[in-house]
């Protein structure tokens, strides 16, 4: 599976546009990236996945530059209850069954 | 639609002790999972399951034990408990095996060994 590079933190105003960068510069034709976050002691929940398109869901929408080598996942209208670890995963969608979670983006809404 | 229902939510063992973490997903999931999650770290796996009856080993399955019976229940034993285990233990649950996306977690079992 390709390794992913996120930064440890950020901070988004409410009601702002909140833009998690995801940088997997070794990314395989086959792989997809996917998107989970983590709310303070619960467990992860899955937000978004794409292979090379854009993506949007109720959610969020996940950006994939055109070579795939980074991917930016976006919260548009971001709440205080967006406030989480945001965990970017890149691996095939078969075979493997391991989701390998690395130390993600710690992602504060201010009020 | 309870989802993934993880009891008990907390724990306190003696060294030495053994125990069992109880795993129930109500969604028909072909796929289920126990992940640990140590203190400012990621999740690893522990063991996984693609069906009933069969099971296999993730990337830290020393000292635990699990099997699957039904497609529900996913249960992890704790066979001599060690401080080393001190964690977090996160179940969680797929339709299809294989498939990254859509993984249902339950709320996590809080374990202290002392």
């Known amino acids: 599976d390709a390794k992913t590079t996120q930064p440890p933190s950020m901070d988004c105003a409410e009601g702002r546009a909140a833009n998690l960068p995801c940088n997997h510069s070794t990314i395989s034709g086959n792989e997809y990236v996917y998107w989970y976050r983590q709310i303070h002691s619960q467990g992860p929940q899955y937000i978004i996945h794409g292979l090379k398109n854009n993506e949007t869901n109720e959610m969020a929408s996940l950006i994939i530059t055109e070579d795939r080598k980074s991917s930016t996942l976006i919260l548009p209208h971001a709440t205080l209850r967006d406030t989480a670890v945001y965990y970017c995963i890149v691996r095939v969608n078969f075979g493997n069954e391991k989701l390998t979670f690395g130390t993600g983006t710690r992602l504060t809404i201010i009020p | 639609n309870a989802g993934v229902t993880q009891t008990p939510k907390f724990q306190v063992l003696k060294t030495g002790q053994s125990m069992t973490l109880q795993c129930a997903q109500d969604?028909?999931?072909?796929?289920m999972s126990w992940y640990r999650q140590d203190p400012g770290m990621g999740l690893r796996l522990i063991h996984y399951?693609?069906?009933?009856?069969?099971?296999d080993q993730g990337e830290v399955p020393n000292g635990y034990n699990v099997s699957r019976s039904t497609t529900e229940d996913f249960p992890l034993r704790l066979l001599s408990a060690a401080p080393s285990q001190t964690s977090v233990y996160f179940c969680?649950?797929?339709?299809?095996?294989?498939?990254?996306?859509?993984?249902?977690f339950g709320s996590g079992t809080r374990l202290t060994v002392v």
């Open positions: 969604m028909n999931h072909e796929y």
């Open positions: 399951s693609v069906g009933a009856g069969i099971t």
């Open positions: 969680a649950s797929s339709y299809r095996a294989g498939r990254a996306y859509g993984y249902t």
